[in-house]
């Protein structure tokens, strides 16, 4: 994998050092294949994380949002696995699992659901108030008048 040097950047920013740590972070991790998942844009504001879940029931599953992170975990019970059957071929892993996913400030998870396999975690980006566009009323200044004299000039 290539590997970057942010350096330069350090150099000529201020107040991007998180930025550029969770960039070093990124491209040092592998990427994860099990299980798999989309990462969908939804709406101008909202997101959709669907991730491949065959086998897992909903207590199984435990999702977090901590800060700007995203943690979903899925493990079966040790005395479900194996009791009385025999396979004779293993296709579904139903192995134990752990996804993180960084989210960016102000995505917070609206909710989840499991349907068909798929579990669907729902991201939606939140400013507050102080954050928003707002349009500041202009007023005039007491005891000054809004006009505009013509002066002419003689030479």
Partial sequence: MQSFDFTPFYRSTVGFDRLFSRLDGIV????????????????????????????????????ESKENSLTVKGAKPQEAEDKGREFLHRGIAERAFELRFQLAEYVEVAGASLANGLLHVELKRELPESKKARQIAITAAQGTAKTIEDKTVVN
Avoid: L
Avoid at 42 to 50: E, K, M, P
């Fill in 28 to 63: 040092g991790q592998e990427a994860k294949t099990y299980p798999p998942y989309n990462i969908e844009k939804v709406g101008d504001n909202a997101y959709r994380v669907s991730i491949a879940v065959a086998g897992f029931g909903d207590d199984e599953i435990v999702v």
